[in-house]
Nanobody, 116 residues
């Protein structure tokens, strides 16, 4: 089992920045890919960014150039640095971990609101 705890969400003005953190615990050696997803009201959950154990990254087109995903293996933590935030980035952001056996684990979510 893997447990994920997100932090770092909040209210930010358009153009501002936030850094989300996701701390993993449990059988972390089973984790291959970690990612951030988001879900806005009335919309489906969508991938924001993902990073593999080998540090290969993937981003949604909507956040390319504005977001950076990184991981600190010593701290078992993955980060999502978000810059130039827009109102359409408002959503609940979820941390996800996928094991080598394709099992998915999810955090509880953290709210990000971009508004003036």
């Amino acid at each position: 089992q893997v447990q994920l705890v997100e932090s770092g969400g909040g209210l930010v003005q358009p153009g501002g920045s936030l850094r989300l953190s996701c701390a993993a615990s449990g059988t972390i050696q089973s984790i291959n890919v970690m990612g951030w997803y988001r879900q806005a009201p009335g919309k489906q959950r969508e991938l924001v960014a993902a990073i593999t154990r080998g540090n290969s990254t993937n981003y949604a087109d909507s956040v390319k150039g504005r977001c950076t995903i990184s991981r600190d293996n010593a701290k078992n933590t993955v980060y999502l640095q978000m810059n130039s935030l827009k109102p359409e980035d408002t959503a609940v952001y979820y941390c996800q971990a996928r094991s080598f056996w394709l099992l998915d684990y999810w955090g509880q979510g953290t709210q990000v609101t971009v508004s003036s």
